[in-house]
T-cell receptor, first 112, second 116 residues
Framework: KNQVEQSPQSLIILEGKNCTLQCNYTVSPFSNLRWYKQDTGRGPVSLTIMTFSENTKSNGRYTATLDADTKQSSLHITASQLSDSASYICVVSAKGNNRLAFGKGNQVVVIP | EPEVTQTPSHQVTQMGQEVILRCVPISNHLYFYWYRQILGQKVEFLVSFYNNEISEKSEIFDDQFSVERPDGSNFTLKIRSTKLEDSAMYFC??????????????FGPGTRLTVL
């Protein structure tokens, strides 16, 4: 069964600090992995996408890594801002499959 | 910038009633999806739709659910007889073309369905 597990479930960080979110998946055959940001009460918005051959991708203060051998990904947030408070969802796509496999999300709260 | 829109933003209904959730996908997109997210749970796939027919559906999408693209613009999800456990956030998404690479699914803001 295609699964995506994320950790930690939630974390609180001080404004200006960095944090790293983890994602492990069992989706196969792997096509691509996206990190989405979901603000409370809103739909998910894509931050990064990585395919099998890519092991790092940046989008501003967000940097995602991918290790396709160990089936792990991370999302690093640099110099966090209050607006980074959101749920960060790891979403994995399998080849030839219309469906996306969603993780439960990492709930990040940035405090002043 | 084009975006997926959904109405209503919040729907409250009595158990057993029918509800229709509406979505307007991005205009040149060809693939449409419905997802749901029960409070505190992960987003779950319900159904995908292409060329005026369902291309894939999950175990959740039983006979109580149906989808329709009635006028080439709207994409609707109907729940015939709502149950308490249907209470969730329902997201519509659309995608330009199929394919494994890129071709991001763009999500709408969601409709929060509350069944009493």
């Amino acid at each position: 069964k295609n699964q995506v597990e994320q950790s930690p479930q939630s974390l609180i960080i001080l404004e200006g600090k960095n944090c790293t979110l983890q994602c492990n998946y069992t989706v196969s055959p792997f096509s691509n992995l996206r990190w989405y940001k979901q603000d409370t009460g809103r739909g998910p918005v894509s931050l990064t996408i990585m395919t099998f051959s890519e092991n790092t991708k940046s989008n501003g203060r967000y940097t995602a890594t991918l290790d396709a051998d160990t089936k792990q990904s991370s999302l690093h947030i640099t110099a966090s801002q209050l607006s980074d408070s959101a749920s960060y969802i790891c979403v994995v796509s399998a080849k030839g499959n219309n469906r996306l496999a969603f993780g439960k999300g990492n709930q990040v709260v940035v405090i002043p | 910038e084009p975006e997926v829109t959904q109405t209503p933003s919040h729907q409250v209904t009595q158990m057993g009633q029918e509800v229709i959730l509406r979505c307007v996908p991005i205009s040149n997109h060809l693939y449409f999806y419905w997802y749901r997210q029960i409070l505190g749970q992960k987003v779950e796939f319900l159904v995908s739709f292409y060329n005026n027919e369902i291309s894939e559906k999950s175990e959740i999408f039983d006979d109580q659910f149906s989808v329709e693209r009635p006028d080439g613009s709207n994409f609707t999800l109907k729940i015939r007889s709502t149950k308490l456990e249907d209470s969730a956030m329902y997201f519509c998404a659309s995608r330009a073309v199929a394919g494994d690479l890129g071709n991001e699914q763009f999500f709408g803001p969601g409709t929060r369905l509350t069944v009493l």
